[in-house]
């Protein structure tokens, strides 16, 4: 079935500094959402991504599509300690298959 | 107040005592899925259904049930529950397969 890879699978940074994790599928997309889940939390949905090379901002975080609609990232701008938790790429081949969720990336972030 | 909601929220039992996780919504989502979350696995998805009466399997079927009577309620059922099904549970709903509204999760450990 579907994968979506989904790296690093942890990445620590020192507060003020940069992040970003990429999310990649062999198979073409139908969309790509993205998920946060604090520590002892729930996945929340943070945005999600339809068209081809589609750029969405949120305050300091930028979401890409890729051109192909087979990749993603998620950038964080000057990290903070509030953005610690793990980040989840989720997508689905067409509107009527489950959606699937990547392995996730865990930032840390030292004051 | 739209959400999810999980019962019980953590659990411990023993090797084949059938048991029971309900969930249920309050936001008319006709999707909804169970997730299990293991540490370096990620968020594999155990049952999905795109409304009522309609089920499909996941990732990881194996060893539980669902039903899907009415359109807030998808119980998670474990017949014959085995160490291996320790983990951390999620239960989420979305209107179609996109936004998915996470339930705030049942700890389940089975000695």
């Known amino acids: 079935g579907q994968q979506v890879m989904q790296i690093p699978q942890y990445q620590h940074v020192q507060e003020g500094e940069d992040f970003t994790t990429y999310c990649n599928s062999s198979?073409?997309?139908?969309?790509i959402q993205w998920y946060k889940q604090r520590p002892g939390g729930h996945p929340v949905f943070l945005i999600q991504?339809?068209?081809?090379?589609e750029v969405k901002k949120q305050k300091r975080l930028t979401f890409q599509f890729g051109e192909a609609k087979k990749n993603s990232s998620l950038h964080i701008t000057a990290t903070q300690t509030t953005d610690v938790g793990t980040y989840f790429c989720a997508s689905r081949e067409t509107g009527n298959t489950p959606l699937v969720f990547g392995k996730g990336t865990r930032l840390s972030v030292i004051a | 107040e739209a959400q999810v909601t999980q019962n019980p929220r953590y659990l411990i039992t023993v090797t084949g005592k059938k048991l029971t996780v309900t969930c249920s919504q309050n936001?008319?989502?006709?999707?909804m899925s169970w997730y299990r979350q293991d540490p370096g696995l990620g968020l594999r998805q155990i049952y999905y259904s795109m409304n009522v009466e309609v089920t499909d399997k996941g990732d990881v079927p194996e060893g539980y049930k669902v039903s899907r009577k009415e359109k807030r309620n998808f119980p998670l059922i474990l017949e014959s529950p085995s160490p291996n099904q320790t983990s951390l549970y999620f239960c989420a709903s979305g209107r179609g397969s996109d936004t998915q509204y996470f339930g705030p999760g049942t700890r389940l450990t089975v000695l």
């Open positions: 991504l339809v068209k081809s090379g």
């Open positions: 936001m008319n989502h006709e999707y």
């Open positions: 198979t073409t997309l139908s969309n």
